[in-house]
Structures are given as C-alpha cells and as structure tokens.
C-alpha cells in the first residue's frame, strides 16, 4: 500500500513537471516577421509620408519600437534575405547576389538559421512569400520535388514564389513541390534560351499588357514579360493581381491551424517590387500608379493579418517584427508612371539613394517591433539590422545560437534600451560600406556614380566619402577631406571587421 502511495504521488509530480513544461513552452510568443519588397524609409506615413497613409503600417509603428536607424544588411532582396535568416554578412558569401529563378540555394542545410534556431527551441516554422535564396543544387527539374529548399533549412512549411514576380517560373511552391501542376504539362525554365515557339516581349510586344523598360523581355506570361524563360505548366501559373490575397489567405490559414504552440512566421510580402499588379479594389486608390497602390495593398493584407491574429486569440502572445530587404527604386524594368505620378511624395524620406546604392536610402528602412501589451510606444534612435535577429530572438526564447555576426539586441527591440549596435557593414552589389554612431564612410570605388536604368545615385565615388549623419541625414558634405582623423580611424575599424587591406577590396 505504501508503494501505491509513493508511486501515486511520484506519477501526480511528473504530471505537474510536464503541465508546467507543456504551458512554458506555450506561454513562449509566436514571432511574426513581415518582410516587404523595395519599401523605402520615406514610403510610409509613420516615417513621414503626407501623400500615402498607411493607417496599418503605422500602428507596428506608433504603438510598438520605431526605429529610425534599422538595417537592411544590403542594398538589394537576395543578400538581405540571406542575412536575415542567417545572421551572417551577406559579403561573407559570393553568391550572395540577386539570383536567377534557377539558381541552386545559397544557404548551407548545415548552415544556423534563424527557422532552425526556434524549431530547436520547439517552434513550428513556415515561410509564406518571396524566397529568392535559390532551389535545388543546380539543374532542378521542376515537375518533381524540388530539393534543397526552404524545408531543408529550417522551416516545417513552406509556400513561396521561387524567386520575383518579375522573375520565371511563375508558379508557387508548396514545401518543394510546384503548387497545382499538372503532370501532363511539364513546366520547363531556362535563363539561357528560349524554348521553340514561345513568345517573348521583345520579339512579340503586341501581346503584352505592360511595357518593359530594360531586361524584362522574355517569356510573357499574364500579358507581362519577364526575366527568364517558362514553357508549359499553365495550370499552375500564379495569377499576378490575386499574389496578394493569395499570400494573405496562406499567412492567415497557417495562424489559425498552428494557434495552438508556438510558431515563427515569416510572411515575405512580394509589394512593392516591379511588375506591379494592384488587385482590382487597389487601382487607382493612391493617385501614384500602380506603385502607390500596392502599397496600399500591402498596409490592407496587413491589416487583415493583424486582425486574424487577434481574432484567433494570440495577438497579445505576438511579436511582430517589420522591415522591408532593402531601399526604394521607381523605375526597375517597366514604365508604370512610378516616376510620372510621383508628385509630391518621397520614397526614401530625407535619405539619399535607393535600392542599389551605398547611400543610406539603400539599407535604412522602416523597422519596427510590435508586440501588444509588452512593448510600450517608443521612437528609438539605436543602430540595429536585420540580421541581429538570429541572436536576438535566441535570447527571447532561451536557446543558443550559433556565432554569427548577429548581436543581441532584444532589449532594443522590446524597447528596453537604445544602445543599439557599435558598428554596421552594408553592401550595395558586392560593394561595402561602414555605418558606427554617427558617422557613414564609404570607400573609393570604380563605376558609375548613377544608376543608367533606376536613375538612383549608386553611392559610388572614386574618393573617400564620409558623412556626419546627425548633422548631415541626405549626406550632402563630404567630410573626407576636411576631416582626416575620424577618416582614418573609421577606415581602421572597418578594415578590422572586413578582415582585409583596403587595398585589396577595390573593386
């Protein structure tokens, strides 16, 4: 009888511990990064904009952490994708550049990455949206399971677009698999040739619907050329002017079948990249083109999401994180009024450049943590990048991760403190940059100081720029020669970091 008792009670004990296990590791908060596409610092009305309201947007904003001085890692999507789901340098990887649809994945499977990081700390993981990391190693064959991918780094789900929209194959990927094939239409891709037959926009412009500028004159699909080459496969071509909605409803489903542990959700949201294709209720709403209008599609899909999180009962169990891969760029391969109709509005705020450039419009982008209930309203002026998440999220949820060039700053995100980071290295195509307090220097380069076909100052110089940011936010003085000392010792900490002689890393 006296063992009964003591194995009764030893088993109500063990029942305890694993309640107790089971509502911790409920009571960890989902996390939620919403990631945009070519959104500029100055593009919503938070930051500053007067001609575009972005009443959703502005909420992550207003009630959550504003940072004025967060990161991108680049100033263009691969690279800064890469960094953020790695936590390592982009510069650190060659291949880390705007990639082809066809390109092998660019991320090590033995590689940490931020989805693996909390599934060991017992999340479930899911991507919905752009990936443009790569696929496959080299020479996928599309009509079977596509491997390596999303899945064999980290996340449980997966439901992308390969690469851009601009960008074949135009299909989705559901966790390797092209979503909706049909076998008996194989789909083919190539970035070399063209296939027998297909029209392209070069060669037939009068079946397209949009005009391309420069480069996206290959297989038309939708009416719209693109990057690339695509035969076959048409019962699984995307619609363009539903990718939205589509997206929104794939986010929102995860929420509501996974609600019950906890989850990492990273929505990538393909607005406001070219072509841009507003659904039908969004034409004509902001008076800019179609570039104004999907992102006011954008602030409704994440007006919608929010709601769908609160209305499954675990908004206040949420931290969002929000950011957009890198600057704002107008003209980037079609002519969709972007520059006509762009009136009074500032894309890139007060910054200078834009996507492509070593500018801080480049890699400053909108930044914000949200998290109801838990992070107090607050505007902070502290250094961060999007690739302090890995470190900083591993703190949250007690795991370790590891070492990259990903710093902790948890205590910024929740708003606990503006110290921020010392120092920051940014890359605009394959060129590097420094960013510490208040100082931005970038080194001499070879190339071309404007972009031929954005129109975006690229940043590059043949002489030592530096720039004393709180004084100078649109880095208009060049302080390089009237300020030798601070020069030179920003040049030592950079070279420090980048681990080689300046000499060596002209390009």
Same mark, same amino acid.
């Given at each position: 009888?006296?063992?009964?008792?003591?194995?009764?009670?030893?088993?109500?004990?063990?029942? =305890?511990?694993?309640?107790?296990?089971?509502?911790?590791?409920?009571?960890?908060?989902?996390?939620?990064?919403?990631?945009?596409?070519?959104?500029?610092?100055?593009?919503?009305?938070?930051? $500053?904009?007067?001609?575009?309201?972005?009443?959703?947007?502005?909420?992550?904003?207003?009630?959550?952490?504003?940072?004025?001085?967060?990161?991108?890692?680049?100033?263009?999507?691969?690279?800064?994708?890469?960094?953020?789901?790695?936590?390592?340098?982009?510069?650190?990887?060659?291949?880390?550049?705007?990639?082809?649809?066809?390109?092998?994945?660019?991320?090590?499977?033995?590689?940490?990455?931020?989805?693996?990081?909390?599934?060991?700390?017992? &999340?479930?993981?899911?991507?919905?949206?752009?990936?443009?990391?790569?696929?496959?190693?080299?020479?996928?064959?599309?009509?079977?399971?596509?491997?390596?991918?999303?899945?064999?780094?980290?996340?449980?789900?997966?439901?992308?677009?390969?690469?851009?929209?601009?960008?074949?194959?135009?299909?989705?990927?559901?966790?390797?698999?092209?979503?909706?094939?049909?076998?008996?239409?194989?789909?083919?891709?190539?970035?070399?040739?063209?296939? @027998?037959?297909?029209?392209?926009?070069?060669?037939?412009?009068?079946?397209?619907?949009?005009?391309?500028?420069?480069?996206?004159?290959?297989?038309?699909?939708?009416?719209?050329?693109?990057?690339?080459?695509?035969?076959?496969?048409?019962?699984?071509?995307?619609?363009?002017?539903?990718?939205?909605?589509?997206?929104?409803?794939?986010?929102?489903?995860?929420?509501?079948?996974?609600?019950?542990?906890?989850?990492?959700?990273?929505?990538?949201?393909?607005?406001?990249?070219?072509?841009?294709?507003?659904?039908?209720?969004?034409?004509?709403?902001?008076?800019?083109?179609?570039?104004?209008?999907?992102?006011? @599609?954008?602030?409704?899909?994440?007006?919608?999401?929010?709601?769908?999180?609160? +209305?499954? $009962?675990?908004? +206040?169990?949420?931290?969002?994180?929000?950011?957009?891969?890198?600057?704002?760029?107008?003209?980037?391969?079609? &002519?969709?009024?972007?520059?006509?109709?762009?009136?009074?509005?500032?894309?890139?705020?007060?910054?200078?450049?834009?996507? &492509?450039?070593?500018?801080?419009?480049?890699?400053?982008?909108?930044?914000?943590?949200?998290?109801?209930?838990?992070?107090?309203?607050?505007?902070?002026?502290?250094?961060?990048?999007?690739?302090?998440?890995?470190?900083?999220?591993?703190?949250?949820? $007690?795991?370790?991760?590891?070492?990259?060039?990903?710093?902790?700053?948890?205590?910024?995100?929740?708003?606990?403190?503006?110290?921020?980071?010392?120092?920051?290295?940014? +890359?605009?195509?394959?060129?590097?940059?420094?960013?510490? $307090?208040?100082?931005?220097?970038?080194?001499?380069?070879?190339?071309?100081? =404007?972009?031929?076909?954005?129109?975006?100052?690229?940043?590059?110089?043949?002489?030592?720029?530096? &720039?004393?940011?709180?004084?100078?936010?649109?880095?208009?003085?060049?302080?390089?020669?009237?300020?030798?000392?601070?020069?030179?010792?920003?040049?030592?900490?950079?070279?420090?970091?980048?681990?080689?002689?300046?000499?060596?890393?002209?390009?």
């Amino acid at each position: 009888m006296k063992i009964n008792k003591q194995v009764s009670f030893l088993m109500f004990l063990a029942a =305890l511990l694993i309640g107790s296990f089971g509502q911790a590791q409920n009571s960890k908060p989902n996390i939620v990064v919403i990631y945009l596409d070519d959104l500029g610092y100055g593009d919503l009305s938070a930051y $500053g904009a007067t001609e575009l309201q972005t009443p959703n947007m502005d909420v992550l904003a207003n009630d959550g952490v504003k940072f004025t001085n967060g990161y991108a890692t680049s100033a263009t999507c691969t690279p800064s994708r890469y960094g953020l789901l790695t936590g390592v340098y982009p510069w650190r990887n060659a291949k880390a550049r705007i990639l082809p649809g066809s390109a092998p994945l660019i991320i090590s499977t033995k590689q940490e990455t931020l989805p693996k990081m909390l599934k060991r700390a017992g &999340y479930q993981t899911a991507i919905v949206g752009k990936w443009h990391l790569g696929l496959g190693a080299g020479n996928v064959n599309w009509n079977e399971h596509i491997s390596p991918g999303p899945n064999e780094v980290g996340f449980d789900d997966a439901y992308i677009l390969a690469a851009t929209q601009d960008r074949t194959p135009t299909v989705y990927i559901k966790d390797g698999y092209i979503d909706g094939l049909d076998k008996k239409d194989p789909i083919y891709v190539s970035y070399k040739k063209n296939f @027998e037959g297909e029209p392209t926009g070069k060669d037939n412009p009068e079946l397209t619907t949009m005009k391309w500028h420069h480069g996206h004159n290959q297989s038309i699909v939708n009416g719209i050329p693109r990057i690339g080459y695509m035969k076959g496969g048409k019962s699984a071509v995307w619609s363009d002017i539903d990718m939205a909605d589509h997206f929104l409803a794939k986010a929102q489903a995860y929420v509501k079948s996974h609600k019950n542990k906890p989850f990492f959700l990273y929505y990538a949201l393909q607005q406001p990249h070219v072509p841009r294709t507003p659904n039908p209720r969004f034409v004509g709403k902001s008076g800019m083109g179609p570039r104004g209008d999907v992102i006011l @599609e954008a602030d409704w899909c994440i007006g919608e999401f929010m709601k769908t999180l609160k +209305e499954e $009962g675990v908004l +206040e169990n949420t931290l969002v994180v929000f950011s957009s891969d890198n600057g704002p760029v107008l003209q980037d391969g079609y &002519y969709d009024d972007a520059i006509e109709k762009l009136g009074k509005h500032t894309p890139a705020g007060k910054l200078r450049g834009g996507k &492509y450039s070593l500018f801080e419009a480049g890699t400053r982008v909108p930044f914000m943590a949200y998290w109801k209930g838990t992070i107090k309203p607050k505007v902070s002026d502290a250094l961060v990048c999007q690739i302090d998440l890995l470190a900083s999220l591993s703190k949250l949820v $007690g795991v370790e991760a590891k070492k990259t060039d990903s710093e902790d700053m948890l205590a910024e995100l929740l708003g606990k403190s503006k110290k921020g980071r010392n120092n920051l290295v940014i +890359e605009a195509g394959g060129r590097t940059a420094y960013r510490t $307090g208040d100082w931005a220097m970038i080194p001499p380069y070879k190339g071309k100081p =404007l972009s031929w076909n954005s129109f975006i100052e690229t940043g590059i110089l043949q002489d030592f720029q530096l &720039y004393n940011l709180k004084k100078d936010l649109g880095e208009t003085n060049n302080l390089a020669k009237s300020n030798p000392k601070k020069l030179k010792e920003l040049l030592a900490e950079f070279e420090a970091i980048r681990g080689k002689d300046y000499s060596k890393m002209k390009k």
